[in-house]
Antibody, heavy 123, light 113 residues
Framework: QVQLVESGGGVVQPGGSLRLSCAAS????????MHWVRQSPGKGLEWVAF????????NYPDSVKGRFTISRDNSKNTLYLQMNSLRADDTAVYYC????????????????WGQGILVTVSS | QSVLTQPPSVSGAPGQRVTISCTGS?????????VHWYQQFPGTAPKLLIY???NRPSGVPDRFSGSKSGTSASLAITGLQAEDEADYYC?????????????FGGGTKVTVL
């Protein structure tokens, strides 16, 4: 069965950096686009980053563009999110999610989600 | 301020039908991009409920249905059950001259009375 397991979260000071990982199993990771989505405490879902199956296309919202970088290692079945210049409003549970399509540029549904990992930005 | 607009809450008695609207614009839903719906219980990850406007993944009860028209979409729950009490989010794709992005609605809390 499909499994997505996030790791690397924790408490970081404002201006600091953190790298999240998402270990994938149960499907051909190299064939599917992936997302990072976050949820601040008590708030709704916010898309954070997208990467196509082969890394040929990456996309970010303005709120994280230039600070966050999505990457993947298809040989390790792992998705990453490098987060730099972290701010208090980046505090959230971060989910990795598998796109339901191989060739989507972001419009396909996210059919499987990890359990989420908490990132807290605080001094 | 979410790109897709959902009512903050809806409620209904067991057995009733409730609908959740998701209103977008000509750069997302109105441009022909699909709408997807997710269900989320407190403290858990979202779960895909409806994809491609009106399709249910395997295992999703048929009391959940989706539709899309113009710049809006709707999720309907018929025969509301206590276990349907959760948060529901719509998602689509937005593309304009300033770029493209995945967009979510602000979420709707469904309360079973």
């Amino acid at each position: 069965q499909v499994q997505l397991v996030e790791s690397g979260g924790g408490v970081v000071q404002p201006g600091g950096s953190l790298r999240l990982s998402c270990a994938a199993s149960g499907f051909t990771f190299s064939s599917y686009a992936m997302h990072w989505v976050r949820q601040s405490p008590g708030k709704g879902l916010e898309w954070v980053a997208f990467m196509r199956y082969d890394g040929s296309n990456k996309n970010y919202p303005d709120s994280v563009k230039g600070r966050f970088t999505i990457s993947r290692d298809n040989s390790k079945n792992t998705l990453y999110l490098q987060m730099n210049s972290l701010r208090a409003d980046d505090t959230a549970v971060y989910y990795c999610a598998k796109a339901s399509s191989s060739f989507t540029y972001g419009d396909a549904a996210a059919d499987y989600w990890g359990q989420g990992i908490l990132v807290t930005v605080s001094s | 301020q979410s790109v897709l607009t959902q009512p903050p809450s809806v409620s209904g008695a067991p057995g009733q039908r409730v609908t959740i609207s998701c209103t977008g614009s000509s750069s997302n839903i109105g441009a022909g991009y699909d709408v997807h719906w997710y269900q989320q219980f407190p403290g858990t990850a979202p779960k895909l409920l409806i994809y491609g406007n009106s399709n249910r993944p395997s295992g999703v009860p048929d009391r959940f249905s989706g539709s899309k028209s113009g710049t809006s979409a709707s999720l309907a729950i018929t025969g509301l059950q206590a276990e349907d009490e959760a948060d529901y989010y719509c998602q689509s794709y937005d593309s304009s001259l300033s770029g493209s992005s995945v967009v979510f609605g602000g979420g709707t809390k469904v309360t079973v009375l």
